[in-house]
């Protein structure tokens, strides 16, 4: 069977990594419009659940990202000035640039085409060459958004703002800071997911958002909103102790949740 897959992000990979154990007769091509190292975002965490089922698809994969993770049961929740550990949750975290590396490796060894810097042809062009067509092209899917009345999609966008941030602070555990503040409570999480960083997500309410006067300047793509960055590290300067808030195409963002009536 020819497959295509649109977008090489960890869905894309991980999906052609598997296709390609099922049935080494399938020829598979993954499409990513990124060069390999363009990867935007810091560590991802992932559950015991999560990674259960990883070591029971592909073991290589597996034991890949076992030597490159950091790993934690604790989960501390840090408000007005006392800390409360819920322990027992079993999480490891890595980095996103990492994992990729990691998939795209595995990909290679066993087979699969990958194009980078790649604009993948649009789904239609595709399906008249290959057998099947996969989008894996992430939250803002093109492909799910020309068909949307045959996805039956629905978009709900939540209503709290966030921004993705790393910093070089390494956590020693999975961390909720919750401050209160003149304009409300404003709230970051973060974990480590290497040796020298970790992941610092940092949220609140639309309400806070507008009260502490942020916006949306609507970076350029790649860009961040390095003066909003600057208001969380002033916010936040107890919880870092000097170390910096690290940008990488980090604005203000909103979590969608995507509903399809079909996924495919
Ligand atoms: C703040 C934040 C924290 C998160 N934390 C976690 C976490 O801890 N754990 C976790 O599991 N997940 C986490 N996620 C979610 C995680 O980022 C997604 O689940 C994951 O990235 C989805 O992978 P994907 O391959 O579906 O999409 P993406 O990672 O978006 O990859 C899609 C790829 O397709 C490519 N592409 C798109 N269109 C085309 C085209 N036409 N041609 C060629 N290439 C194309 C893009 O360049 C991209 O590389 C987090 C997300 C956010 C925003």
């Given at each position: 069977m020819r497959v295509a897959c649109i977008g090489g992000g960890p869905a894309g990979l991980y999906f052609a990594a598997l296709a390609r154990r099922l049935g080494v007769g399938h020829e598979i091509t993954v499409y990513e419009r990124n060069a390999p190292d363009d990867t935007f975002g810091f560590g991802v965490v992932l559950s015991d659940e999560t990674l259960g089922g990883i070591e029971h698809a592909d073991p290589r994969i597996y034991r890949e990202m076992a030597g490159e993770f950091a790993r934690w049961d604790d989960i501390d929740v840090h408000i007005d000035g006392t800390v409360t550990t819920s322990g027992g949750h079993g999480f490891a975290a890595i980095g996103r640039q990492r994992l990729l590396r990691i998939l795209r490796a595995r990909c290679a060894e066993l087979g699969v085409r990958i194009l980078t810097r790649t604009e993948a042809p649009p789904a239609a062009e595709l399906a008249a060459e290959y057998d099947l067509v996969v989008a894996a092209d992430g939250v803002n899917s093109l492909t799910r958004s020309t068909y949307a009345d045959h996805f039956g999609t629905t978009l709900e966008q939540r209503h709290n703002r966030f921004m993705w941030l790393g910093t070089?602070?390494?956590?020693?555990a999975f961390n909720f800071h919750v401050l209160r503040t003149p304009y409300g409570i404003v709230q970051a999480h973060g974990y480590p997911y290497s040796r020298e960083r970790s992941t610092f997500i940092v949220e609140m309410a639309e309400s806070v958002w507008e009260a502490a006067g942020f916006?949306?300047?609507?970076?350029?793509?790649?860009?961040?909103?390095l003066d909003s960055i600057a208001r969380c590290e002033e916010l936040f300067a107890d919880v870092l102790g000097g170390h910096r808030l690290l940008p990488n195409n980090s604005h203000w963002q909103r979590f969608t949740t995507v509903r399809n009536r079909t996924w495919r």
């Open positions: 070089d602070l390494v956590l020693d916006t949306d300047p609507r970076t350029a793509p790649g860009r961040s909103d």
